[in-house]
Every structure is written in C-alpha cells, then in structure tokens.
C-alpha cells in the first residue's frame, strides 16, 4: 500500500477584511506574544541539564514547531489573498445574484428560513452561519438568484434549498 496522498485542491483566496484582520491578528500574537513565550521556557528548561529527560524542554521544542508551522502557514496565505470589501463590490455587482460575501436567506423543506454568509475557506468557522465558498453548499449558491432552487449532494444525502433573499452588508440581517 502507497503512503501517496493527492495533493488538496487549492483553497479560494477570497476574504473578508474582518477575516483578513482575524488572520493578522494571530499571527501578530503567535510571533510576538506566544513564541517569545515559549521560547524562553525553552531556554529555561535547557538550562536545566540534560535535555533527553526533560519534558518541559521536549513539549517546549514541539510547541515552537507547531508555532512556526502556523506562522508559515499564516504568512503564505496572507501573501496571495485577495481581500474583497463587500460594501464598495456592492456597486460593482448584479445585486440580486449571489456573490462573494453575501448574506442569504435559505429555505429548507420543513424548516425555518435561515440567515447564512458566503465566505473564503479560512474564515468560514469564525460564526456558525458562515458557509465557505469552496463547500458544496457555497460552490452551489454562487451566482444564483431570489427564487432559486439548488440541491446538494451531502454524506448525508442529497439536500434542497430554496434562496429566500439575498443582501449585502457587514451584519447579518436582523441584527442591529
């Protein structure tokens, strides 16, 4: 058996400012609060002696490695990201189409109509009405309009959604 793994498909590279200052911000904490942190505890453990016993010295190493694995990660995905601001795209736009950061209401057979907002991959999991772009759900709603129907196929089974309305703005719908 191969250890061989497909690569995973690019992620959209689509965000919002408030998921791009998100991103900043943690990389802004991971590289001038956390690491400097961790790395003194290292030293501190390291200053202790024998190092191949000292478990404060061995976490201490791991947790700078998955520090900088985020930093990486942080700093090669802010590098090519397109940062679309929703109010002044607005104008731009065919309103009545679904687009990048649009807020949508969604009507499933049997339920309530729900408020959702269609975002990049790396802020989806800010609010749990978030759907990201690149989801089965995102990719189907992109484009469609008021009175549209999709379906989904799901692990579940195939879904069917009704688009109630659409609005662009900061703030889900509602809310004041």
Known sequence: ???YRAPTPAASKYITPEGA???RD???DLWHTERPRVTAAVAEA????DRSENAEYTYGKKRLHE????VRFLRKRLEGMTIVDIESAHGRRDPQRIHFGAWIQ????????RWYRLVGPDEFDMASEYISMDSPLGRGLLGKRQGDEITVALPGGSQSYTVVATRYQLKRPGCS
């Not at 969604?106 to 109509?113: F, R």
Request: charged share 30%.
């Open 1 to 3: 058996m191969s250890r």
């Open 21 to 23: 200052k998100r991103l």
């Open 26 to 28: 943690e990389l802004h």
């Open 46 to 49: 390291a200053a202790q002696g």
């Open 67 to 70: 520090i900088d694995r985020r």
């Open 106 to 113: 969604l009507e499933q057979s049997g339920a309530a109509a």
